[in-house]
């Protein structure tokens, strides 16, 4: 198979300096990819911590007297508790406002409860395990780290282009390489249908 030159020099070059840059996103999700098919074993106990205010903080109210979503309820969830109300769930159901809050190995619950004129707090840490796991499904994550994600996700498929294309002059490799990926595949496929059983 005649393979032009200019394409295999570029598809080195490309595979060279993909794998340098892919490094640390490659190892960053083998490992994760173990501790999530192993979450149980690698988890600790979940680490939950509460807090009562007894009054309510001064915020814009609705027309129905209670705190109102805006800005400065934001501002303030931010800056008491470290949640972002953009991330969160807001619901009312008089007499409480509740924000419902999930991010990577963390849950938060904020209550405010305008009868008792009180704000019922509870955070939960599931450890630093649980934080990679979720960074690594993109599970309550930012926007940027899903881009990054998805791009990680398009460079790891031009390096693995590069690299075949670099397999195609040498036949004996090239055949060797397609054995061993039928091998992979067919070991694969049969390991997720005795799965499913």
Same mark, same amino acid.
């Given at each position: 198979?005649?393979?032009?030159?200019?394409?295999?020099?570029?598809?080195?070059?490309?595979?060279?300096?993909?794998?340098i840059?892919?490094?640390?996103?490659?190892?960053?999700? /083998?490992?994760? @990819?173990?501790?999530?098919?192993?979450? %149980?074993?690698?988890?600790? %106990?979940?680490?939950t911590?509460?807090?009562?205010?007894? /009054?309510?903080?001064?915020?814009?109210?609705?027309?129905?007297?209670?705190? +109102? %979503?805006?800005?400065?309820?934001?501002?303030?969830?931010?800056?008491?508790?470290?949640i972002?109300?953009?991330?969160?769930?807001?619901?009312?159901?008089?007499?409480?406002?509740?924000?419902?809050?999930?991010?990577? @190995?963390?849950?938060?619950?904020?209550?405010?409860?305008?009868?008792?004129? %009180?704000?019922?707090?509870?955070?939960?840490?599931?450890?630093?395990?649980?934080?990679?796991?979720?960074?690594? !499904?993109?599970?309550?994550?930012?926007?940027?780290?899903n881009?990054?994600?998805?791009?990680? +996700?398009?460079?790891?498929?031009?390096?693995?282009?590069?690299?075949?294309?670099?397999?195609?002059?040498? !036949?004996?490799?090239?055949? !060797?390489?397609? !054995?061993?990926?039928?091998? @992979?595949?067919?070991?694969?496929?049969?390991?997720?249908?005795?799965?499913?059983?």
């Amino acid at each position: 198979m005649a393979i032009n030159r200019n394409l295999v020099n570029w598809s080195r070059t490309v595979h060279v300096y993909l794998s340098i840059a892919l490094l640390i996103v490659l190892v960053f999700f /083998s490992i994760t @990819g173990i501790t999530l098919n192993h979450a %149980e074993l690698m988890t600790g %106990e979940p680490r939950t911590e509460t807090l009562v205010l007894e /009054s309510l903080p001064d915020l814009p109210r609705n027309d129905e007297g209670m705190i +109102a %979503e805006s800005p400065e309820l934001a501002a303030w969830l931010r800056e008491e508790f470290g949640i972002r109300l953009q991330f969160a769930t807001v619901f009312y159901d008089d007499p409480f406002l509740t924000v419902n809050y999930s991010g990577p @190995g963390s849950q938060a619950l904020v209550e405010f409860d305008h009868d008792f004129n %009180e704000v019922y707090a509870e955070s939960t840490d599931f450890g630093l395990v649980a934080v990679l796991n979720d960074l690594h !499904k993109g599970r309550y994550t930012h926007i940027v780290w899903n881009a990054l994600i998805d791009i990680s +996700a398009v460079v790891l498929t031009i390096f693995s282009l590069a690299g075949f294309v670099l397999l195609l002059p040498n !036949k004996f490799r090239f055949r !060797k390489v397609v !054995k061993y990926t039928v091998i @992979g595949t067919a070991l694969s496929t049969l390991g997720y249908f005795i799965a499913t059983l």
